[in-house]
């Protein structure tokens, strides 16, 4: 951007034009910002009411086109609106069984968020829309952390979701993302296709490393996996799993939930010949930005070493980075490394990405932040 024209005020819609006056685009504008302005249409058109529930509406429809989950009826959880990748910068909303929740990351998308409230009301019939604000991106726009109710019901400590047919509970309140790695769902459904599908799973073990509430490993034990060790860092997560496990009628004695560094945990298995049939390795975001790309993928390098010595022979690896800052390429890179130091062989299988409710633009490619491969190690 050249320059600034009149006095456009933070957070309300403005007009970029070229050089000559031309009109280019709309949108909205935050001085604060490194994105000056995020452009919402590129044509002459008001940007108001009308505006915003046609696109909430052409978000929320897109997704009745045959994504996986329609089988879970009203109680699926899923994403309707992802931001860039829907044309609605700033903006997520995800739904939860009859809750919705809204993430503002931007402050054209703080000063209308009622609005969106409202328009998703309209739109869905939610019992109550809660809003999910507290992530660190806010702080680049010059905006505070804040969670709570935006209209009707406050949502239970614990909502009950289907996801492929298993009842999963999710912390909307206060769990990781707006309550669940959502974007993981195909993935998940993936493990549990595998799982259904081997000829001797009564016997097939999974180790789920970085498991949240451990809903990978969950999924394994639904379509009749013989044991799951899922391990987190987190106590809470674990404790959310171990609620998960009894509310699905799981088979408890079948799983393990271990609070524990799987940097460690990992390297320990594999000296001591704990092999897996299935291992699935998601660890959280390491680099955080370009700065951090060489440190971060030392740390993938590492458990994805760990890791691959703990599949059996034979056996798969589900492995993954959510880092925007690492493309698929150097992912691809950092894995073979691992592979060629843990002296085991592998054959990739699939690449894997975000579930297709997670929408990216090809004209912002950060979209596209998760990446995994799923690999036969012989
Ligand atoms: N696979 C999960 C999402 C995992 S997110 C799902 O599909 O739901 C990454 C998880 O890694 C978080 O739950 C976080 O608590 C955990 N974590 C971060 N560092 C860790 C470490 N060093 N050891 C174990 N767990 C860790």
């Known amino acids: 951007m050249a320059e600034v024209r009149g ?64 089988d879970d009826g009203d109680a699926r959880a899923e994403r309707l609106v992802n931001a860039e990748g829907d044309r609605l910068p700033g903006l997520i909303v995800d739904r939860y069984g009859p809750w919705v929740v809204l993430q503002a990351l931007t402050l054209g998308i703080e000063r209308r968020k009622l609005l969106l409230a409202e328009l998703l009301r ?47 509970l999710v912390d909307v309140r206060r769990g990781h993302k707006t309550g669940a790695y959502l974007d993981q769902r195909g993935n998940r459904l993936l493990v549990q296709e595998h799982v259904r599908r081997h000829p001797r799973r009564e016997s097939l073990t999974v180790l789920n490393l970085f498991s949240y509430s451990g809903s990978f490993g969950l999924h394994a034990l639904y379509a009749g996996a013989a044991r799951v060790v899922s391990v987190d860092s987190s106590r809470e997560a674990l404790e959310l799993g171990e609620e998960c496990l009894r509310h699905a009628r799981l088979p408890e004695d079948r799983c393990e939930l271990i609070e524990g560094n799987v940097f460690e945990l990992a390297r320990d298995y594999a000296a001591a010949g704990r092999l897996h049939d299935v291992v699935v390795l998601d660890p959280p975001k390491f680099a955080h930005g370009r700065a951090q790309v060489a440190r971060a993928a030392r740390g993938y390098k590492d458990v994805n070493l760990h890791a691959l010595r703990c599949v059996e022979p034979g056996g798969l690896l589900m492995t993954f980075s959510c880092s925007a800052a690492i493309d698929p390429e150097l992912f691809g890179k950092i894995v073979s490394g691992a592979l060629v130091d843990s002296g085991r062989e592998a054959q990739v299988l699939a690449r894997l990405q975000a579930a297709p409710d997670h929408p990216v633009a090809l004209t912002c490619p950060e979209g596209a932040y998760l990446k995994g491969l799923l690999l036969r190690v012989h």
């Open 7 to 70: 006095t456009p005020a933070a957070g309300e819609i403005t007009d970029v034009v070229s050089s000559d006056g031309e009109f280019l685009g709309r949108g909205y504008y935050n001085p604060q910002s490194r994105i000056a302005v995020r452009v919402l249409t590129w044509r002459d058109e008001p940007v108001d009411r009308e505006w915003w529930i046609g696109r909430l509406r052409r978000a929320i429809e897109s997704r009745r086109h045959g994504t996986a989950g329609d």
């Open 122 to 168: 309209e739109l869905l019939s939610p019992r109550g829309v809660y809003e999910r604000s507290d992530v660190p991106a806010r702080d680049r726009e010059g905006l505070e952390r804040r969670a709570g109710v935006l209209l009707g019901e406050t949502p239970p400590q614990r909502v009950a979701i289907k996801e492929h047919g298993l009842e999963l």
